[in-house]
Nanobody, 117 residues
Framework: QVQFVESGGGSVQPGGSLTLSCEVS????????IGWDRRVDGHKLVLVAESYLNGGTKYADSVQGRFTITRDSTKNLAYLQMNNLQLEDTDTYYC???????????WGQGTQVTVSS
């Protein structure tokens, strides 16, 4: 059973920073990508950032240049450094892992990020 340990959420003022972490364990198959999604319109999950085994990364346009994702592939552990946070970044951020071997997506329970003045 795939398990997630997520941490690092909280409340900050606009312009502040937070670092999220996510460690994935229990998968019988290789985890190809780890990242974070957030919900749009209350239900649809969309990409925030993700990191791939080959070292590549991908970001949503809204966070490009402000957020940085890093990964320790030996531990299936990823970090999301969130800088210059804005009010619109307020949301629950869900760690998302994908196994290319199993063709399966997995999500953690979510971490709340609140940006308010």
């Amino acid at each position: 059973q795939v398990q997630f340990v997520e941490s690092g959420g909280g409340s900050v003022q606009p312009g502040g920073s937070l670092t999220l972490s996510c460690e994935v364990s229990g998968s019988a198959f290789r985890i190809y990508s780890i990242g974070w999604d957030r919900r749009v319109d209350g239900h649809k999950l969309v990409l925030v950032a993700e990191s791939y085994l080959n070292g590549g990364t991908k970001y949503a346009d809204s966070v490009q240049g402000r957020f940085t994702i890093t990964r320790d592939s030996t531990k299936n552990l990823a970090y999301l450094q969130m800088n210059n946070l804005q009010l619109e970044d307020t949301d629950t951020y869900y760690c998302h892992a994908y196994s290319d071997v199993a063709h399966m997506d997995y999500w953690g329970q979510g971490t709340q990020v609140t940006v308010s003045s």
